[in-house]
């Protein structure tokens, strides 16, 4: 599995927009880039996943480099809902999806 | 959709006790995931199914640890016996195929005293 680096946690003011990087510079070529969420006390819950091209879905954008070696979750308007940890994976299949450290989202009033 | 639903959402029992955590997938799912949560580990796959047969079960920690899917609707989790270190919320997860994403349930939180 390809090694990722993510902060151990950012800030964000409400209704702001939000990028949480992430690189991965052993990322494989057929690896597809996934980002998941854990909100407190529940679940992960899967938020959006791509390979080359940027992708959008209603909840978040995914902006990956061209290299492939990093990628930007972005969140154009952060909530109090959005805090939590996000995971991001880089992986060849959903079923060897690992799960890191993530990076824990504060957002502030 | 009901999503993944998980059964019980706490357990406490003391050591050398079995427990039984239950998982009943999103119907029409064909792939399975157990994971368990700890803070010192992070999320851990123990083992997943397809189409009610076990694929990998390296993450399984030991032998006191079995999973079973006797049909495409039910999983469980036994822990036989259960000891402290084994405190931690385990999830259940279930996809579609292959490229689709994991729907987790909202976990079983054990403890053992």
């Known amino acids: 599995d390809a090694k990722t680096t993510q902060p151990n946690s950012m800030e964000s003011n409400e209704e702001e927009p939000v990028h949480l990087p992430c690189n991965h510079s052993?990322?494989?070529?057929?690896?597809?880039i996934h980002w998941y969420r854990q909100l407190p006390s529940q679940g992960p819950e899967y938020v959006i996943h791509g390979l080359t091209s940027n992708v959008n879905n209603r909840m978040a954008s995914l902006a990956i480099a061209e290299d492939r070696k990093s990628s930007t979750l972005i969140l154009h308007r952060a909530t109090l809902r959005d805090a939590a940890v996000y995971y991001c994976?880089?992986?060849?299949?959903?079923?060897?999806?690992?799960f890191g450290t993530g990076t824990k989202l504060q957002v502030i009033p | 959709d009901a999503g993944v639903i998980q059964s019980p959402r706490h357990e406490v029992t003391e050591m050398g006790q079995e427990v039984t955590l239950r998982c009943k997938p999103i119907s029409g799912h064909d792939y399975l995931f157990w994971y368990r949560q700890t803070m010192m580990r992070g999320l851990e796959l123990l083992i997943y199914?397809?189409?009610?047969?076990?694929?990998?079960d390296s993450g399984m920690p030991e032998d006191r640890f079995s999973a079973k899917m006797p049909n495409a609707s039910f999983s469980t989790l036994k822990i036989q016996p259960s000891e402290p270190r084994d405190s931690a919320v385990y999830f259940c997860?279930?996809?579609?195929?292959?490229?689709?994403?994991?729907?987790f349930g909202n976990g079983t939180r054990l403890t053992v005293t």
């Open positions: 997860a279930s996809s579609f195929s292959t490229n689709s994403p994991l729907h």
């Open positions: 199914f397809n189409n009610n047969v076990p694929i990998d």
């Open positions: 052993t990322i494989s070529g057929t690896d597809y």
């Open positions: 994976i880089p992986s060849g299949g959903y079923q060897k999806v690992t």
